[in-house]
């Protein structure tokens, strides 16, 4: 119910936007993720949303990564500038309902690509 777009090939120092969109109703009480998941590594949080517009960054994005959110729209962006080698992952947005008593979602991942 979360679909993802936006990744894709990149060269150091570009920039890319990701887009996640869907939940409906649901959508606007749900704090909001973008996690990333590389080759041989675990899943890791990159940032989050949450419904009344607050954000939280991974210190390896802090400053180049901009979350953001559309109630309006159900989207959560993820504007990524001066990306690096190491940025280059398959990237999930979520929606966190736990304090709803509500299970999670997760959009299908989008490969983001950045080439040295």
């Known amino acids: 119910q979360l679909q993802a777009s936006g990744g894709g090939l990149v060269q150091a120092g570009g920039s890319l936007r990701l887009s996640c969109a869907g939940l409906?109703?649901?959508?606007?009480?749900?704090?909001m993720g973008w996690y990333r998941q590389a080759p041989g590594k675990q899943r890791e949080l990159v940032a989050i949303?949450?419904?009344?517009?607050?954000?939280n960054y991974a210190d390896s994005v802090k400053g180049r990564f901009t979350i953001s959110r559309d109630n309006a729209k159900n989207t959560v962006d993820l504007q990524m500038n001066s990306l690096k080698p190491e940025d280059t992952a398959v990237y999930y947005c979520?929606?966190?309902?736990?304090?709803?008593?509500?299970?999670?979602?997760w959009g299908q991942g989008t490969l983001v690509t950045v080439s040295s």
């Open positions: 979520n929606a966190d309902l736990s304090r709803y008593g509500l299970r999670d979602y």
């Open positions: 409906g109703m649901i959508f606007s009480i749900s704090e």
């Open positions: 949303i949450t419904s009344g517009g607050s954000t």
